[in-house]
């Protein structure tokens, strides 16, 4: 009995001895923060962040040491290039303590071995060895069941990143996109007449919060409901006013501004200033006015979006409308608008951000996959508005 004992500890002993190095392999690669100087800008670790220039810096009392050097600060903001986020420091906390764990593990296991294998006498003490060695046989094995399980359910589950939905509200202005104004502008609605029930039609609520984010849509309708001539920032959608940089306080409207071409504007609803009641009548009537001409997509986008509408359940009319406002009557598979970081691609005019949280992969100008992820999109923010419904 001893000696197959003494075999099964050198089995874990060599096993173990790759746990820790098999958990570090996981750790999510940090992008330096480099200062204007081109050094690190502060500490020696190249993902500290600078808590003099980011508000979502936040500096430790005391310095953690790393395989790159120390840890002095984290960004707990959703911006990873700006330093070291949380859940990059929740990992390494994590990894951390496995690591730890696994080496105590194989220690304590080595000395209660050999204390074992020394003992030839003492029956008690075998006993008390033996489920020593047992309790730390089924710790290594519990450490190990963690992982692999994990990892193979899906290797996501390793990643201690913090899901947090943010309410962006930089919304990319259209009205510079000339090709855009004209597909809006051609939609002829002076005869669309629009009612209530216009304002809870699914493919207008889509585009609504398509274009201005779940955050913005909720409180354009909520300041409508409630007559402002503007949209008021605290609201039960967003709590504090976006630093300046964003527009601050007139955030809303400078994006509905941005998204509601002035001169036609004006056509359809009269007055040039862009209220949140207006808005939404623009809108409503353009959306109205897209879905009559849904029939003139191309088949091959047709296809692609009634597979989208087949799979998430989303009405397939309400996803063709959208599409038609934002790839130009959704002709154009390849088409992108805005610049740089901000630019949106596809028949559903999708960020990158978007199209990883929504889509399956594969490219974001494949008309199926864009669809789909832009069907899912469109399903999130009409969930989003119902659970708002309440407050609008």
């Known amino acids: ?64 040491p790393t395989s790159e050097g120390d840890l002095t600060s984290v960004n707990t903001g959703a911006d ?64 190990l069941g963690i992982f692999v399980i994990l990892n193979t359910i899906n290797p996501d589950l390793l990643i201690v990143e913090p899901q947090i939905d943010e309410q962006t509200l930089n919304v990319i202005s259209r009205n510079d996109d000339l090709e855009f104004v004209k597909n809006v502008e051609s939609v002829d609605v002076s005869n669309v007449s629009i009612s209530m029930g216009d304002y809870n039609d699914t493919a207008f609520l889509m585009y609504l919060t398509h274009q201005q984010g779940l955050a913005g849509g909720s409180s354009i309708l909520w300041a409508a409901k409630k007559g402002y001539s503007s949209v008021p920032i605290p609201n039960p959608f967003i709590k504090t006013i976006p630093s300046s940089k964003y527009g601050g306080a007139d955030m809303i409207i400078r994006n509905m501004r941005s998204n509601a071409p002035l001169k036609d504007y004006q056509k359809v609803t009269g007055p040039t200033n862009i209220t949140p009641v207006g808005f939404l009548n623009y809108w409503s009537k353009k959306t109205k006015g ?19 509408s087949t799979r998430t359940g ?73 659970k708002n419904k309440s407050k609008i």
């Open 1 to 64: 009995m001893k000696k197959y004992l003494i075999y099964s500890i050198g089995f874990l002993l060599f096993f173990s001895s790759f746990l820790p190095a098999t958990t570090f392999a996981q750790t999510n690669e940090v992008t330096p923060v480099i200062a204007p100087t081109g050094t690190p800008v502060i500490g020696s670790y190249t993902g500290n962040c600078d808590p003099s220039k980011d508000e979502n810096c936040y500096q430790f009392l005391e310095a953690l």
């Open 80 to 143: 990873k290039k700006k330093g070291t986020g949380l859940g990059e420091f929740i990992m390494f906390a994590f990894e951390i303590g496995v690591g730890i764990a696994g080496v105590l593990g194989v220690v304590m296991l080595t000395i209660y071995g050999f204390q074992y294998a020394a003992n030839d006498k003492n029956i008690a003490t075998f006993e008390v060895l033996k489920e020593k060695i047992t309790k730390v046989m089924l710790g290594l094995l519990l450490l």
């Open 290 to 308: 897209f879905k009559t001409k849904i029939g003139t997509i191309p088949q091959t986008n047709a296809d692609a979006i009634q597979q989208a």
């Open 314 to 386: 989303v009405d397939v009319v309400s996803l063709k409308a959208v599409c038609m406002i934002e790839s130009y009557n959704c002709t154009k598979a390849n088409a992108v608008s805005g610049g740089g970081k901000g630019s949106y691609f596809g028949l559903f005019q999708l960020g990158d951000a978007e199209f990883k949280k929504f889509g399956e992969g594969g490219s974001i100008f494949d008309p199926y996959k864009n669809a789909y992820a832009g069907a899912r999109y469109g399903k999130y923010n009409l969930e989003g508005l119902a």
